[in-house]
């Protein structure tokens, strides 16, 4: 892997919940800055020791960025950027960032529907999602959700967004078609993460302050497992093969994988799910993704400015790259590449898998 952008300032710091400042899309264009940056390349056989100083693209978005999405057509990355209340877009062909939309206040989490048309924001700080309609490239819709909303996740099957509140130990269900709450599930303590998985039938919620993941049965609406994980939690996936799910531990430095069954007749439900394996990563992991083949999982190091590189069939690290500053989340995109908010420097590292 060639990281193709990249800029560090001194070590990192967890991820907080920081105040808001002030307030895209394709009509509205904004420079993008280059900079000197140090790379550290990343082979299938482990992290390589050769760095070199050049001048790379370093895609400079709004404050303290953190969520972060890639399409469903792998032509643009969408980054929240919480301090200044907008959402950034980024051209996945040229690096260049294609405009800005102002959102709610505090925006975190993201996701684009799988049909592309619109965009999902937690918006931490306002207690509301902000959809943003792909073709207008606005804000057309704002709902109303549980207290400080940290993710958000779409449902590939029914019309669902799955919403994280932070602070109401709850998992809002938004109708997408509707746009309004049709349900609000208890789940456990201070839940961050969630993702669907492939084939849209279950919800996966990390519970940063509970260590564990609540398993959601879409079509029923209720919580149906509890799965115990590591110590605080963040951010979870589930691969495309729908084989496995991750789980960042920011606590013990760990990434949990939990098998899941497979067969005519087995209901995940009644099934024994548990951590089957724990890989050791870097200093304080938060940001995860899976790549669409489901070959690598990365894990974004906040504690290292360092993203992980996980091979997925062997469960084994296999490289280490540096980052931006105070990283926070990950995306992949359908060609591998990595997409990394630097909350600390304001910028999005890609790292390329050639």
Do not use: C
């Amino acid at each position: 892997m060639n990281v193709r952008s990249a800029t560090t300032y001194g070590t990192g710091r967890p991820a907080g919940r920081h105040r808001v400042r002030s307030r895209r899309w394709a009509g509205m264009m904004v420079p993008l800055l280059a900079v000197a940056t140090v790379a550290s390349a990343v082979t299938a056989g482990g992290m390589s020791s050769a760095a070199a100083s050049s001048p790379s693209d370093a895609v400079i978005v709004g404050g303290d960025p953190q969520g972060v999405a890639v399409d469903p057509d792998g032509k643009h990355v969408y980054v929240t950027n919480y301090a200044d209340n907008t959402v950034t877009g980024i051209d996945t062909a040229t690096h260049k960032v294609t405009g800005k939309i102002s959102v709610g206040g505090g925006p975190r989490g993201l996701a684009v529907a799988p049909d592309s048309q619109h965009t999902f924001v937690t918006n931490y700080a306002e207690n509301s999602v902000s959809v943003i309609d792909a073709a207008g490239g606005r804000v057309n819709h704002s709902v109303a959700v549980g207290k400080n909303p940290a993710s958000v996740a779409v449902s590939t099957r029914d019309p669902y967004a799955f919403v994280t509140n932070f602070y109401d130990n709850t998992l809002s269900v938004i109708d997408i078609k509707a746009f309004k709450v049709i349900d609000t599930l208890a789940v456990g303590g201070h839940p961050d993460g969630v993702a669907v998985d492939p084939k849209g039938q279950y919800a996966y919620v990390v519970n940063t302050g509970s260590n564990t993941v609540s398993v959601i049965d879409i079509r029923a609406q209720q919580v149906v497992r509890s799965i115990l994980v590591g110590r605080a939690p963040q951010k979870v996936a589930v691969d495309r093969d729908n084989k496995h799910v991750y789980v960042t531990n920011f606590g013990d430095n760990m990434v949990s994988v939990i098998d899941l069954v497979s067969g005519l007749g087995v209901e995940l439900a009644t099934s024994a799910l548990k951590v089957n394996n724990n890989i050791p990563v870097g200093n304080n992991p938060r940001g995860l993704a899976v790549t669409p083949d489901s070959r690598r999982a990365f894990v974004v190091n906040v504690g290292d400015d360092t993203m992980t590189v996980v091979d997925t069939a062997s469960g084994k690290v296999i490289g280490t790259v540096v980052v931006g500053y105070s990283p926070d989340e990950v995306a992949a995109g359908p060609d591998g590449r990595a997409y990394v908010t630097g909350r600390g420097d304001s910028s999005v590292t890609i790292v390329d898998p050639s």
